[in-house]
């Protein structure tokens, strides 16, 4: 899969994707050439409107919605919050009660907690060891007020998928919206907004090897939420302001070549999964896979050494670079609040690694990898 040769082995596409060599070939006319403003009526900015608009069909493309339901936004994280605060009415947010689970991203639960101390009614379902939701408890927690439901479609920490599209079917028979977090979804498995029946999906440039600072909410009904800021009719008024040309631009040429691309990623991606998964599995005693076996994205793997702090491991082999499921701190170590919500010991989730293969690995950077990995924790180990 590896275009370009480096020095070390990137095992953090969870994190950040580099920029595809044809999305920056696709952003490159609109940075100095085509820098006109896409509401100007001259051809400068009709061929500004032209970039953003086809950008919006790709976008769509990618996850079978119409152009006019896309949004452009900074990221994802702005793309939650939209949606998140823009269906409150905060002259009586009191009325509002939205439902969400434990295990979400900070750019969901940290909105929310901003939200709960307005007076909005928040209800953060548990999930079960696996970080899946049960549909039942979602409709449990369903409300006569309940003005949303936000589900993430993929965690990002353990690659656990939720099952979004049954929360849908149990949402619609009580009126309810469903908004979903699919910042590390989409690109890696396929979306159908049609098909999960979702009203609200977020998606973030950067994780889909396109560029930072630039990302997407598709809305079904643009009536259904206010906007965050207020200005001018741009992205048909919820998020008005001067269209970021080249940042959509790029946006959308990765999304067409995710399009292009998703179901050969879909498999090198599982074969380097499983092949280092296997690797560390058949050399290391004792290791605990986190997340679901199974329901998980096709790059991620989260695997813990009980007894060695993750971060003590990745120290000793700066080749590999990838995340862990704790932070240190100066008061100690601070547990992922993704594996603490699964309910896994402290002593089992400081050892936790996120290692995420994708479009930049090659097999040999998969052997090397388990190679390092294993002689470092034997180390430690040892040690």
Do not use: W
């Amino acid at each position: 899969m590896a275009d370009t040769v480096h020095d070390y082995i990137y095992l953090d596409h969870n994190a950040t994707t580099p920029i595809a060599r044809e999305v920056a070939e696709a952003m490159a006319p609109y940075i100095a050439e085509r820098f006109g403003n896409p509401s100007s009526n001259h051809s400068l900015g009709r061929e500004a409107r032209e970039g953003v608009e086809k950008a919006r069909e790709e976008v769509a493309s990618l996850i079978g919605a119409r152009p006019d339901n896309i949004i452009f936004t900074s990221g994802g994280t702005e793309s939650n919050n939209m949606v998140l605060k823009g269906v409150v009415d905060f002259r009586s947010p009191e009325q509002t009660h939205i439902i969400t689970c434990a295990v979400e991203h900070p750019a969901i639960l940290n909105p929310c907690i901003y939200l709960m101390e307005l007076g909005v009614n928040v209800s953060i379902v548990a999930v079960d060891r696996y970080g899946r939701v049960e549909p039942d408890e979602i409709k449990k927690a369903i409300r006569p007020d309940t003005k949303l439901i936000s589900i993430m479609l993929a965690n990002n920490e353990t690659g656990t998928l939720q099952p979004v599209g049954e929360i849908c079917s149990i949402a619609r028979e009580h009126g309810v919206p469903v908004h979903t977090d699919a910042a590390q979804a989409v690109g890696k498995i396929e979306v159908n907004v049609d098909e999960l029946g979702i009203d609200f999906l977020s998606i973030a440039g950067h994780k889909l090897y396109g560029p930072k600072g630039i990302g997407a909410l598709y809305v079904r009904d643009p009536k259904a939420i206010r906007p965050l800021i207020h200005g001018a009719s741009q992205e048909k008024g919820l998020r008005p302001g001067t269209e970021n040309v080249i940042l959509s631009v790029g946006l959308g040429a990765a999304c067409k070549l995710c399009s292009l691309r998703l179901r050969a990623d879909m498999a090198a991606m599982a074969e380097y999964r499983n092949r280092l998964q296997g690797l560390l599995f058949s050399n290391l005693d004792g290791l605990v896979l986190n997340g679901h076996p199974e329901q998980r994205l096709p790059n991620t793997l989260n695997v813990s050494v009980p007894g060695v702090e993750g971060v003590r491991v990745l120290a000793g082999v700066p080749r590999v670079m990838a995340s862990t499921g704790a932070a240190c701190h100066g008061d100690g170590v601070k547990v992922s609040h993704v594996l603490s919500a699964m309910g896994v010991p402290e002593e089992i989730a400081i050892g936790a690694l996120r290692l995420t293969v994708g479009r930049s690995n090659t097999i040999e950077q998969i052997e090397e990898a388990a190679e390092l990995l294993v002689e470092r924790i034997k180390e430690l180990r040892n040690a």
